[in-house]
């Protein structure tokens, strides 16, 4: 079962990265899957750094956190695109999909690309609760 896997996703999946809450988030995602019924949550904290323009500041990702009640897919995924966008800005952040998180893991099998919307449409919908709540 687990060599349908690749080294990345059996990483991620033994050793996720930044499991767990953030207290207060300026941002909360929430996505069910509508194929399994899973759920996953996202936590980001938003922070402003001068922009690479040198012009004003703009808004990053200093922290992101997750909960999931997903599978091993999900919670590879998750762990994945935590790593990813942490420092990046909210606009490239809004771009990452859940095609580029499943090839930086070196893919997933085709029935547990499903898996990875989890990840992403969490994030963007923490990013879209934190543009919200401005
Ligand atoms: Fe539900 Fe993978 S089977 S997230």
């Given at each position: ?5 690749s ?19 300026s941002?909360?995602g929430?996505?069910g899957?509508?194929?399994?019924g899973d759920?996953?949550?996202?936590f980001?904290?938003?922070?402003k ?5 040198g ?5 990053v ?5 997750f909960?999931?009640?997903g599978?091993?897919?999900?919670v ?6 935590t ?6 800005t909210?606009e490239?952040a809004e ?11 070196g ?9 990875s919307?989890?990840?992403?449409d969490a994030?963007?919908?923490a990013?879209e609760?934190?543009?919200?709540s401005?």
């Amino acid at each position: 079962m687990a060599d349908m896997y690749s080294k990345e996703v059996m990483d991620h999946f033994m050793n996720p990265r930044n499991v767990g809450e953030i207290k207060d988030a300026s941002g909360v995602g929430e996505k069910g899957n509508p194929t399994c019924g899973d759920i996953m949550r996202m936590f980001i904290k938003v922070g402003k750094k001068p922009s690479s323009g040198g012009q004003g500041m703009e808004e990053v990702i200093e922290d992101i956190k997750f909960q999931t009640f997903g599978c091993g897919a999900a919670v590879a995924t998750s762990s994945m695109i935590t790593e990813m966008v942490i420092g990046k800005t909210l606009e490239e952040a809004e771009k990452i999909s859940n095609n580029q998180v499943a090839e930086a893991l070196g893919g997933l099998p085709p029935i547990k690309m499903h898996c990875s919307n989890l990840a992403a449409d969490a994030l963007h919908d923490a990013i879209e609760n934190y543009k919200k709540s401005k």
